[in-house]
């Protein structure tokens, strides 16, 4: 399997990127947070990489982390989710809210991306908690012990002034990436993160 690619970045899409290896073009399936880490076209490019073989379908996902992709991996795995809904997953919170959530159990931040129900939401907190529960984050700047009763919340809060709740997670997600210490108190973080949200 290909466990990575290094190489100048020749095509960048939302969706995909193309990376040149040494004269040969890959094109590689991203989520959105990698298409904000890989840079400018012609520049250099590092990606980890998974392949997934299908019965009539070869496709290779790419990831600016290792973290990312160890999670896509585990999402893989769960029964009713595919590589496209995994790539959704990781495009809508940081690696460290979805680990959060589903330590948590907080199925209702899980049922607010695309393409995951609330059964499917439920299989990936009873599949994956205790497998999480022994991954060592390397995750730079975001920690999840102690911060996600405060994070919850905060977004409840928010909702219940009336926005949704995908535009709430993003909102705190942003407010606490840019200061950890804000998320210390609920009243603080909602405070800070209807800045974001109006």
Same mark, same amino acid.
Request: aromatic share 6%.
């Given at each position: ?16 990127? *193309?990376?040149d ?20 076209? =012609?520049?250099?490019? *590092? ?29 893989? =795995? ?36 695309? =393409? ?12 994956l ?28 809060a ?10 709430c ?13 804000? =998320? ?15």
């Amino acid at each position: 399997m290909i466990y990575g690619l290094r190489g100048k970045l020749a095509a960048k899409g939302t969706a995909s990127i *193309a990376i040149d290896v040494g004269g040969v073009s890959y094109e590689v399936n991203i989520p959105v947070s990698t298409y904000d880490a890989v840079g400018s076209l =012609g520049e250099e490019v *590092a990606v980890f990489t998974v392949m997934v073989v299908r019965e009539d379908d070869m496709q290779l996902y790419g990831f600016a982390t290792e973290d990312e992709r160890r999670l896509f991996k585990l999402l893989i =795995g769960v029964n009713g989710i595919g590589p496209k809904t995994a790539l959704g997953v990781l495009s809508s919170a940081s690696v460290a809210d979805i680990y959060g959530f589903i330590s948590n159990s907080n199925t209702s931040a899980l049922t607010a991306v695309p =393409g995951i129900g609330r059964k499917t939401a439920e299989r990936m907190v009873l599949e994956l908690r205790d497998k999480i529960g022994r991954i060592e984050l390397s995750v730079q700047g975001e920690a999840i012990e102690g911060k996600e009763e405060i994070r919850s919340g905060a977004v409840e809060a928010l909702v219940a002034l009336g926005y949704s709740r995908m535009q709430c997670e993003r909102a705190v997600r942003e407010v606490l990436k840019r200061d950890a210490s804000t =998320g210390n108190s609920v009243e603080e973080l909602v405070r800070a993160a209807l800045k974001e949200v109006k």
